[in-house]
């Protein structure tokens, strides 16, 4: 069963359009990451959070802004998507203070920039 | 900036074949994670080792954590196509960001 939730799953849009992926989790976890993945290949981490109020860069360098105004919500804005953007963002969470506690990943959404 | 060195990139192999996935580090760790991801889908956990030395089994599949815990593999006995996926490895530190290898994509036919 999903206890964190990705829309869209799929998402075709032009060049320079503005878009935000949305991601929740009903889990109550204070670290929430954004992972960006071409189909196969390895993950990349563009931002996280430590929790409400605290955003991260990533090791990738990205062109989207993230925002952690509640903790269940941890939405990716992308400002001027270009086709360089096309790939899959993946979404996930981990609970603080459990020592070794693995992620929660969301299914993801796969964005095509034309 | 700690990396982890995940082969075989990729494997193709026939049902009842067996396999061994590596991940290796000059770093340590306080654990390390496997996950498998499925087309489509995000990764799910298989298992995390967490002492040197440690072994756990998951079925078919049998996870070894190094002594020094900077490495660690994966053996995969009499592969079955509902194996197919990519297999991550993924290293914790203790930070809030996890390390994740480049994972292998492994084919099982039939």
Known sequence: EADIYQTPRYLVIGTGKKITLECSQTMGHDKMYWYQQ????????????????????????????????????????LESARPSHTSQYLCA?????T??????????????VT | TQL????????????G??????CNSSSVFSSLQWYRQEPGEGPVLLVTVVTGGEVKKLKRLTFQFGDARKDSSLHITAAQPGDTGLYLCAGDSGYSTLTFGKGTMLLVSP
């Open chain 2, 17 to 22: 074949e067996n396999l061994t996935v590596y």
């Open chain 1, 93 to 97: 969470s981990r609970p603080t203070g």
């Open chain 1, 38 to 77: 071409d189909p196969g290949m390895e993950l990349h981490l563009i931002h996280y959070s430590y929790g409400v109020n605290s955003t991260e860069k990533g090791d990738l360098s990205s062109e989207s802004t993230v925002s952690r105004i509640r903790t269940e919500h941890f939405p990716l804005t």
């Open chain 1, 99 to 112: 020592g070794n506690s693995p992620l929660h990943f969301g299914n993801g959404t796969r964005l095509t």
């Open chain 2, 4 to 15: 982890l060195e995940q082969s075989p990139q990729f494997l193709s192999i026939q049902e």
